[in-house]
């Protein structure tokens, strides 16, 4: 099982950027599918971003497309989710997830969870 520490949350303005750091453990990480979701108040958990195991095929939620980007870094088992242009919206806990598959226009996370970082994007 793949275990997950993300950091890299913080407060930001309206318009600005942040980087987020997921450093995973665990001998299958090279091969999962990893995935970004969050969590505002009120709502539901929400996909936001997944990256292939080769990093070569990457998806996103519509909210966030042309704004965030995914990226991994196999040899140093971490997982990147660099956000520009934020919005209010955006303000949420942000959670890596271990193993993302999609089904239909759906994402599930099939695997563990990390703790979660806040992101709060002041207007």
């Known amino acids: 099982q793949v275990q997950m520490v993300e950091s890299g949350g913080g407060l930001v303005q309206a318009g600005g950027s942040l980087r987020l750091s997921c450093a995973a453990s665990?001998?299958?990480?090279?091969?999962?599918?990893m995935g970004w979701f969050r969590q505002a108040p009120g709502k539901e958990r929400e996909f936001v971003a997944a990256?292939?195991?080769?990093?070569?095929?990457?998806y996103y939620a519509d909210s966030v497309k042309g704004r965030f980007t995914i990226s991994r870094d196999n040899a140093k088992n971490t997982v990147y989710l660099q956000m520009n242009t934020l919005k209010p919206e955006d303000t949420a806990v942000y959670y890596c997830?271990?193993?993302?598959?999609?089904?239909?226009?759906?994402?599930?996370?099939?695997?563990?969870w990390g703790q979660g970082t806040q992101v709060t994007v002041s207007s």
């Open positions: 665990g001998r299958t990480f090279s091969r999962s599918t």
């Open positions: 997830a271990a193993s993302v598959a999609s089904y239909g226009s759906s994402w599930y996370n099939l695997g563990s």
């Open positions: 990256i292939s195991w080769s990093g070569g095929a990457t």
